[in-house]
């Protein structure tokens, strides 16, 4: 998707870590951490939010990304966050979970 950020890094237009990657989603670490650790597992397909889900397979693999990615980062005591849509706090506008730990 065109001017997307997360599609952006994903196709290596901008530059970011990719930390984990696998067939389904990516994650990276947030630009502007509200924790610790604050990591963002993003879907490589283009879903605007979590109101654009019609496969929830997509969120039980997101969910299996998180447990391996804080396995990886030694994360065990952490927050899961979805803001959806923009008056929720929704910013970008490509589905993410939120990973937060202190
Ligand atoms: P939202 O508010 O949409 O749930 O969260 C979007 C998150 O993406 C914010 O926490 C923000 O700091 C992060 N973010 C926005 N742009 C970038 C970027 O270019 N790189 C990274 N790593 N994070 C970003
Ligand atoms: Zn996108």
């Given at each position: ?15 970011s ?11 990276i ?11 963002l ?62």
């Open positions: 998707m065109e001017n997307c950020i997360f599609c952006k890094i994903l196709n290596k237009e901008i530059p870590k990719i930390i984990y990657e696998d067939e389904t989603c990516f994650a670490n947030d630009i502007n951490p509200k924790a610790k650790k604050h990591i597992v993003i879907p490589k397909k283009h879903i605007e939010s979590l109101n654009e889900v019609d496969d929830f397979d997509l969120i039980k693999k997101m969910f299996e990304a998180i447990k391996k990615i804080n396995k990886q980062e030694n994360i065990t005591h952490f927050r899961t966050q979805i803001n959806t849509g923009k008056l929720a706090g929704q910013e970008v506008m490509h589905l993410h979970i939120h990973i937060l730990s202190n």
